[in-house]
């Protein structure tokens, strides 16, 4: 493999270059409706403690792990995770690592390029005069949905995804430090700010003020009123578990490979969670003192939960700015959905880097010639996302890359390293040049705690009953009428269970034939690159 010489060129920078990898769509997008979905303040408590037992942990395992595998001129996991022990199929567990950011930046870079398309869309005023219905169906419009057609062809939104894309391999192109490390010195404090005002206007809303219903500081409340009753309900905890993962990025090979540009002795135990609360912060803070309360201002408690996530951001957002007059209507658009891109491309920069170090370490490919093989991989692998949207295919694609192969990893890598690979080194490992000291308590809870928090997440994740019920998906079992699994469990997923359309069907099926397929490519071309390593070596 060979040794790539680029490094971070400050520590803020690779801070920021990491967080701005945790710090995306679903900071803004995801987490309120999680919340909203959960209960608020119940949701909270889960998620917090989730956060301090597999979050952290998992950013110390990473961190490690990539930092680790830096060392042996691995920059990507297959070659991180191959150095960890003597098995040959270790490295194959690590193809997840570049299979997941290819598959993820196909998609994301799509809904990343929805947000670009609403900046322009707030600066020429299209919302304008608009009520909440016709706000709606632009969406839909943007998106060619029900215009009759099986195939969806929206041609503004090719164009803006086009953009998107484009600006992301130029940055990747010019390197680690004059590329990622630069961005996110520029867009994660222009981020911060955007947010702050966006949460500033959101909590001075009042009810009589700018339209306003209610008072602002309720859906606060809604969101930090604790709820002790949340800790006996395992479907919030594993909603707040497996929001953990989304937030932090963790379980895609992200990390690992921004941490293998850093040097033996650099710091990784202090790096990390500085990384992780500033992403903490961002979400919690920021995510939450922006669309909740104008939700609530507007709609009321009582309406949250029928708008969130895609729905709230463009297609109900855009028309309560038009309640703050027609200056800072367009302010507020530019603003929020700025912030989004801002969030958005910074993660996207992030997956694309581990699959272009594949290539680099792999097969001596050019830093230039290796961000055209992802830039063209990623808009063959967007193609059937966009076109086949209203057919399942982006949601397979979420599914499978952005959330099952997330758990998958993260329990692997986390038994590899740590009980593999062994806990005494591994604590090493991740305590070598640290500037804090950590627990020893923290030991105990990366060797038992982390990976039993993980495997349970993975177990739920197959079996989760309708509506995640499970008291009484246990009681309708004992009671001998069957487990009802949920149509979004892993086994309903591959059972098409409550999916009656036949095209759906069809289209699911060749989607993940599909990812299967991208999966099975890289594996091959790991094992060829480790043939021709044992060649060379010869």
């Known amino acids: 493999m060979s040794q790539q010489k680029e490094r971070w060129a400050s520590r803020i920078g690779l801070i920021l270059a990491v967080a701005g990898n945790a710090v995306g769509l679903g900071n803004f997008l995801r987490f309120p409706a999680q919340a909203i979905d959960n209960g608020g303040g119940a949701f909270i408590i889960p998620y917090l403690i989730s956060f301090a037992l597999m979050g952290i942990p998992l950013l110390w395992v990473e961190w490690a792990i990539g930092r680790h595998g830096g060392q042996y001129g691995h920059h990507s996991t297959p070659g991180m995770l191959d150095v960890l022990g003597k098995s040959p199929l270790f490295k194959y567990f690590g193809v997840f690592g570049i299979f997941t950011n290819l598959v993820v930046a196909a998609y994301y870079c799509y809904i990343e390029s929805w947000t670009l398309g609403y900046v322009w869309f707030s600066i020429t005023g299209a919302f304008n005069g608009m009520n909440t219905d016709q706000v709606a169906q632009h969406f839909k419009n943007y998106l060619d949905s029900g215009q009759g057609n099986f195939l969806n062809l929206p041609g503004t939104a090719f164009i803006f995804f086009g953009i998107t894309v484009t600006l992301n391999l130029w940055i990747l192109s010019k390197g680690i430090s004059a590329g990622i490390e630069k961005a996110s010195k520029i867009l994660m404090p ?33 969101l ?13 905890w ?5 929001q953990i993962f989304f937030t932090l990025s963790v379980g895609m090979g992200s990390i690992q490979c921004y941490a293998a540009y850093l040097r033996k002795k650099d710091d990784i135990a202090l790096n990390s969670v500085s990384a992780g609360f500033t992403n903490e912060f961002v979400e919690v803070v920021l995510g939450g003192s922006v669309v909740i309360p104008i939700a609530v201002a507007y709609l009321g408690l009582a309406s949250l939960t029928s708008f969130s996530g895609f729905g ?104 590899i390293f740590i009980w593999i690979f062994g806990i005494d080194k591994a604590w090493e490992e991740i305590n070598r040049g640290a ?10 809870v990366l060797k038992y705690v982390t990976p039993t928090f993980i495997l349970i997440i993975f177990l739920g994740s197959l079996i989760s009953p309708v509506g995640g019920e499970w008291s009484q998906a246990f009681s309708q079992l004992f009671s001998g009428n069957g487990w009802p699994l949920a149509p979004d469990s892993v086994i309903g997923k591959i059972f098409h269970i409550g999916v009656e359309d036949r095209d759906n069907i069809w289209v699911t099926n060749l989607t993940r034939m599909l990812l299967m397929s991208v999966y099975l490519l890289f594996g091959y071309l790991t094992y060829k690159a480790w043939k021709l390593k044992l060649k060379k070596e010869k």
């Open 435 to 444: 500037d804090i000291k950590i627990p020893i308590f923290f030991k105990y």
């Open 224 to 236: 930090w009123t604790p709820n002790f009753n949340s800790l006996w309900d395992p479907k919030v």
């Open 238 to 242: 594993l909603a707040a578990a497996g």
């Open 190 to 222: 222009l981020l911060l700010v955007f947010g702050v005002f966006l949460a500033i206007r959101a909590l001075t809303l009042t009810e009589g003020t700018m339209g306003a219903q209610h008072d602002a500081i309720e859906g606060l409340n809604f």
């Open 312 to 415: 709230m951001s463009f297609m109900t957002l855009p028309n309560l700015f038009q309640y703050w007059g027609p200056v800072f209507s367009v302010i507020g658009g530019v603003v929020w959905f700025g912030l989004l891109f801002f969030a958005g491309i910074t993660s996207s920069l992030a997956m694309g880097q581990p699959v272009m170090a594949f290539f680099q370490d792999s097969f001596n490919i050019p830093r230039k010639k290796s961000v055209f093989i992802f830039g063209a991989l990623v808009i063959i692998l967007a193609i059937p996302t966009i076109i086949l949207y209203d057919h399942g295919a982006f949601d397979e694609f979420d599914f499978w890359a952005g959330t099952f192969s997330l758990v998958v990893f993260a329990l692997a890598e986390s038994i």
